[in-house]
């Protein structure tokens, strides 16, 4: 059965650093594209970022770029974001989630067909 299940979420200062991992099972995880999507209260979900099967393209929010990093381990199914530089408007639950093919494509949730239950970000103070 397919699960990806992320942690590493928190309470972070603004300015301050996470990193988030999502462990992937029961698929074939090198064979398809990976993205993270953030949801935050009222709002719908929106792309974070994305990488290819076999990590070696990516894709970014453009506001996101420069303070994000997506990273993939496919040996040990495992797909990482590292967030620095954090804001307060970063503040939202983070989903992993599964594409239906290899490529990063469009990187827009509605690509993305298996979600994990997600993980809760805060950057306050």
């Known amino acids: 059965q397919l699960q990806v299940v992320e942690s590493g979420g928190g309470l972070v200062q603004p300015g301050g650093s996470l990193r988030l991992s999502c462990a992937a099972s029961?698929?074939?995880?090198?064979?398809?594209?990976m993205g993270w999507f953030r949801q935050a209260p009222g709002k719908e979900p929106e792309t974070v970022s994305c990488?290819?099967?076999?990590?070696?393209?990516?894709k970014y929010a453009y506001s996101l770029k420069g303070r994000f990093t997506i990273s993939r381990d496919n040996d040990a199914k495992m797909v990482y974001l590292q967030m620095n530089s954090l804001k307060p408007e970063d503040t939202a639950v983070y989903y992993c989630?599964?594409?239906?093919?290899?490529?990063?494509?469009?990187?827009?949730?509605?690509?993305?067909?298996?979600w994990g239950r997600g993980t809760q970000v805060t950057v306050s103070s």
């Open positions: 989630a599964v594409s239906t093919v290899s490529a990063v494509r469009q990187c827009v949730p509605s690509e993305y067909e298996s």
């Open positions: 990488i290819n099967s076999g990590g070696t393209d990516t």
């Open positions: 029961g698929f074939r995880f090198d064979y398809y594209a």
